[in-house]
């Protein structure tokens, strides 16, 4: 059989549908996307993003995944070996509603939902190393999620605690303080509410300073700042004020203006904060445990909210200002959060802004120690946050403020109550979820023994596949006796195993190390695979996890390579993040029931027609407002791409002005692709294609080869149909991306605008480069210049070679 019978008819019409598949099932048959590890060419390690398999790859999928898939293809083309892999991000609570809503195990669902989706990346036409699949809820990948929360826990890095936690009512589970947008649960947008629960945390905070850096990274600015102010680093002072009345009982603080202390006229607390039941004076308790209840009814979002009304309780207790002498009383106010700092503040109304307002409301004294002249103002109108020098503050009068916040910061460790202090916004990362989709926490708990890590050798703890799933939406891992009662690894006494199973951004903080070998089971990464591959070269993926994701994957990093586990220290060397598709108002979201479907609009126009119009949208990283009617217009422009390349090409002299144009569109492509520049790639293309179709010649030639190489990243089946019907060998897709030259993309010719005092009165076609005495040798000949000029006397002219030409008169 001939490789022409092989390839089936010539199709002599644009048919995507049947061109597509003969490519998809070529790749697949050649294995032209299994990557080796070594090979002549240098690697290249570009990932994108895993999707949840939540059952289809919609639109916004497509728009995340298709034009990094252009980007690693164009990498390729310049010769480089490039890893492009995918896999699942495969726990999470929507499967586990769906087995309680529908009867469906969420193994089970979740297993089809991947089957359809790898169609669905299939059809998209990625060069998706499929060998190298990861999929985070299979017992061979979240073994290692356990493995690597005994190292934490051996160093540390993982623990216990009790603390007030997020909570999702309408999903029953703990959220980490990212997971809350805006008060609400980012997932369901229901209300969020606060609990006192024990819980695992991941200690995040030891690697504060380190995660504020990013030396080295080509990220963008807005990823860096947002996760700098997610950390927020504030230097100052802790110090503590004893409580009157209450020996022993201290309110420990930390300010960031320790030169305002003499200001501090009373003293506030979070309704949460674990004195305020102790210290609270009878007459007031029935107020304070009222307003108690309310403050955690509220969301951290609301009570901190600028433009609300502040309000607070007298608890009808007082601290003792150590510098003042003074007693000054202390209130619960929910502005101050349990989970920020010591939940404790000294309040300061005339140097801030919120405590000004509190004091007017409340009738609380109002002292200025902070003045730009150097001079007390009697009544403040509004606080004064700004620099200043020291009034009302006893020894430190007269002294700068910034000089004063060291000086009063060393003065209160010597007092004994602080010192200088460093502190994060920041907060431990915490992972337990009291749900059953998730890795099962390799912790038991004996009465003799305590808490009690599982050995390694005992890894994985599996999840139990028959367990009863109930409405309510409690965790049916609490019910399964078989996998809750378990013998002590320790003292081999009846003992109990940890319920909760972990966060799922732990599954997807180190995924990456897995890609390199996924089926290497004696340690979580194949350092000899990896180590040709990682650090990531290349990371695209949206904004939204700036805080979350990103920054959990920069903590693990860190955690493995100080424990010797890794030899890097930053995850991803360069990030992209694309923009948002937005879809009737709201970005293009499953839980917010505004996707499309992508099948829909492949079977008319096919995957290529699709592909080219994600990326000519507009700007790919400032994403797009979705309207498929916009898909008609990169269908017909394929169509055109399809006849220029097929016609048959007339004789002709080469065309200078054409190869000029071939060159420049080469430069431009290579310069755009490089930097995300899609949408203008795709305009470029167009360009090309509209003076190709009616050109003849060997510059024509020459130009659709050059025009199916550049399109090949973008569109990949049409690009290898082209290929192979204009003559070239193997796959379009193994060759060398087009050389630019520079010679002959420099015009022959210019138009040159040639004005006479500041007004355009002719275009004058001249050659390239003739400098400014062949400007005006050319003007002179324009019948328009000389009518303007009118015989006045040029004085002066003024030249921006090959563009502009400007003659001044008398």
């Known amino acids: 059989m001939t490789d022409e019978t092989k390839a089936g008819p010539r199709i002599e019409r644009y048919q995507p549908g049947l061109i597509e598949a003969k490519w998809q099932a070529r790749w697949n048959e050649r294995g032209l996307y299994d990557i080796p590890d070594q090979s002549d060419k240098p690697n290249y390690y570009f990932v994108t993003m895993f999707p949840y398999p939540s059952g289809d790859l919609h639109v916004g999928h497509w728009y995340a995944i298709t034009p990094s898939d252009c980007a690693a293809r164009y990498l390729r083309m310049r010769g480089h070996n490039v890893l492009f892999p995918m896999g699942f991000d495969a726990f999470g609570l929507p499967a586990e509603n769906a087995a309680i809503q529908k009867g469906i195990h969420p193994s089970d669902g979740t297993e089809q939902n991947m089957a359809n989706m790898r169609r669905q990346f299939r059809m998209m036409g990625t060069m998706i190393d499929w060998r190298r699949e990861v999929v985070t809820c299979h017992p061979d990948y979240y073994r290692w999620n356990q493995w690597m929360f005994l190292k934490l ?23 980490a303080n990212e997971q809350v947008v805006n008060g609400l649960c980012e997932r369901c947008d229901s209300p969020v509410e606060k609990r006192d629960l024990t819980q695992w945390f991941y200690r995040i905070t030891a690697y504060a300073d380190e995660l504020l850096r990013h030396d080295g990274l080509d990220w963008p600015e807005r990823v860096r700042v947002m996760q700098e102010n997610w950390i927020g680093r504030s230097e100052g002072a802790e110090m503590e004020f004893a409580v009157e009345g209450h020996p022993g009982a201290t309110v420990r603080f930390f300010t960031t203006r320790p030169d305002t202390i003499y200001g501090a006229t009373f003293m506030v607390l979070a309704p949460e904060h674990p004195l305020v039941p102790t210290i609270t004076a009878p007459e007031q308790q029935a107020e304070v445990e009222a307003y108690v209840a309310r403050a955690r009814a509220a969301s951290d979002i609301d009570r901190t909210a600028a433009e609300r009304e502040k309000t607070g309780v007298a ?45 007017q409301r409340f009738g609380i004294a109002i002292r200025e120690v902070i003045s730009v002249d150097g001079r007390t103002h009697g009544d403040l109108r509004e606080a004064y946050t700004g620099p200043g020098s020291l009034v009302n503050s006893g020894p430190f009068d007269g002294q700068p403020s910034e000089t004063a916040k060291k000086a009063i910061a060393e003065d209160a460790a010597r007092h004994g109550i602080g010192g200088p202090k460093v502190t994060y916004r920041l907060r431990d990362w915490l992972i337990s979820r009291q749900r059953y989709w998730g890795t099962p926490i390799p912790i038991v708990y004996c009465d003799a023994c305590g808490t009690v890590p ?6 994985p703890v599996e999840l139990p596949y028959d367990v009863e799933f109930r409405p309510g939406g409690d965790s049916p891992l609490t019910r399964k006796d078989s996998f809750v009662n378990v013998a002590c690894p320790r003292c081999g006494k009846a003992a109990r195993r940890e319920t909760d199973t972990m966060d799922t951004f732990v599954d997807s903080s180190w995924y990456i190390y897995r890609y390199p070998n996924p089926r290497h089971d004696r340690a979580f990464i194949d350092r000899a695979a990896a180590e040709r591959w990682l650090p990531v070269a290349k990371y695209t993926g949206g904004i939204e ?48 029931g505004n996707v499309q479907a992508p099948d829909q609009y492949v079977q008319r126009y096919g995957a290529d027609s699709l592909r080219l119009f994600m990326m000519f949208m507009g700007p790919w990283t400032e994403g797009s407002d979705w309207d498929p009617a916009g898909l008609e217009g990169t269908w017909r422009f394929l169509n055109r791409v399809w006849t220029t390349a097929l016609t048959p090409v007339d004789a002709g002299p080469r065309d200078p002005a054409l190869d000029g144009l071939v060159q420049r ?51 990949p089946h049409l690009a290898d149909e082209l290929w192979e019907r ?71 002219a003024f030249h921006v070679p090959d563009k502009l030409l400007n003659l001044v008169t008398k």
């Open 315 to 359: 608890t009808g207790a007082y601290a003792l200002n150590v510098f003042t002498g003074e007693r000054i009383p202390i209130w619960i106010a929910d502005y101050v959060l349990a989970g920020y700092g010591t939940g404790a503040i000294m309040a300061v109304p005339a140097h801030d802004e919120r405590d000004f307002a509190f004091a």
């Open 665 to 715: 569109t080469i430069k431009k492509l290579t310069d755009d692709l490089a930097e995300y520049r899609f949408n203008t790639a795709v305009a470029a293309l167009m360009e090309l294609t509209n003076e190709l179709l009616h050109a003849a010649g060997p510059s024509r030639t020459d130009g659709i080869r050059a025009l199916v190489l550049l399109l090949a990243p973008m569109a």
């Open 545 to 592: 996890h700036a805080i979350l994701h990103l920054l959990y994957a920069r903590f693990m990093c860190k955690a493995f390579r100080d424990m010797g586990e890794l030899w890097f220290d930053e995850p991803f060397v360069q990030l992209r993040n694309q923009g948002t598709i937005v879809f009737k108002g709201r970005k293009m979201s499953k839980s917010r």
């Open 153 to 175: 826990f051996e160093k540390g890095l993982a623990y216990r605690d009790t603390a007030p936690v997020n909570w999702c009512p309408k999903d029953r589970t703990v959220l």
């Open 454 to 459: 599982v050995p390694e050798q005992d890894l």
């Open 726 to 796: 204009i003559g070239g060998t193997s796959s379009v897709h193994e060759q060398a991306w087009p050389a630019y030259d520079e010679a002959a993309a420099r015009p022959k010719t210019v138009t040159l605008v040639v004005q006479v005092d500041g007004k355009v009165r002719d275009r004058i076609e001249i050659a390239a480069g003739a400098g400014e005495d062949g400007a005006r040798a050319a003007a002179a000949q324009s019948h328009k210049v000389s009518a303007a000029l009118a015989g006045a006397s040029v004085v002066r």
